[in-house]
């Protein structure tokens, strides 16, 4: 079985450039999820789908992050302007429905933003 | 709130066991979780644990769960080269545990 793809994985762009991201989550994964990962510190959620839907988007800064999962598949998260503490590795995930008990979340290689 | 600490760093030499730590403050949390990151890859889900139980083991792997201190614990029977990596404990939160914190991460050496 695949696993979940991410692309770019590096990413180099100086400050108040845009970038986007985009991830293939596992065939038939209904939920989708965004990670930020500074360096030092643990991921943290900055939103989640089902299908085609938002669950979860309370920690995503939307002056500046946007993120859409047309036809329920594929994702891409932009940052449009990015700023030097966007700097992080930027992890999706993917799980058959909701996060709980045996719901796995299936992590990707992540992409590493560098901005300059 | 939704702090979730662990201690940075561990070395332990081989065949040893290995016990990382974790602690978090909101008491809502549903389940309990322990991950493995090795260097240039994704998340790993290890074990989990619901939040009304005490104790799980799963071959090498045994959780301990302390409700009451909200201590979490991740003991590594027989540690091995293999197991040198990042490990992050993490709650999930919410009706339908869609609330995922994840702690800042232990990162363990297993000396040969």
């Known amino acids: 079985e695949a696993g979940v793809a991410q692309s770019p994985r590096y990413k180099i762009i100086e400050k108040r450039q845009s970038v986007a991201f985009w991830c293939n989550p596992i065939?038939?994964?209904?939920?989708l999820y965004w990670y930020q990962q500074i360096l030092g510190q643990g991921p943290k959620l900055l939103i989640q789908?089902?299908?085609?839907?938002?669950?979860?988007d309370s920690q995503l800064p939307k002056d500046r992050f946007s993120a859409e999962r047309l036809k329920g598949v594929d994702s891409t998260l932009k940052i449009q302007p990015a700023k030097l503490e966007d700097s992080a590795v930027y992890l999706c995930?993917?799980?058959?429905?909701?996060?709980?008990?045996?719901?796995?979340?299936?992590f990707g290689p992540g992409t590493r933003l560098t901005v300059l | 709130g939704e702090d979730v600490e662990q201690s940075l760093f561990l070395s332990v030499r081989e065949g040893d066991s290995s016990v990382i730590n974790c602690t978090y403050t909101?008491?809502?949390?549903?389940?309990l979780y322990w991950y493995k990151q090795e260097p240039g890859a994704g998340l790993q889900l290890l074990t989990y644990?619901?939040?009304?139980?005490d104790m799980k083991q799963d071959q090498r792997l045994t959780v301990l769960l302390n409700k009451k201190d909200k201590h979490l614990s991740l003991r590594i029977a027989d540690t091995q080269t293999g197991d040198s990596a990042i490990y992050f404990c993490?709650?999930?939160?919410?009706?339908?545990?869609?609330?995922?914190?994840f702690g800042t991460g232990t990162s363990l050496t297993v000396i040969p």
């Open positions: 993490a709650e999930s939160k919410g009706n339908t545990g869609n609330q995922f914190y």
């Open positions: 995930a993917s799980s058959v429905g909701l996060a709980v008990t045996t719901d796995t979340q299936y």
């Open positions: 789908f089902q299908n085609n839907g938002v669950v979860d």
């Open positions: 909101d008491s809502s949390s549903t389940y």
């Open positions: 065939s038939g994964h209904a939920t």
């Open positions: 644990i619901f939040s009304n139980m």
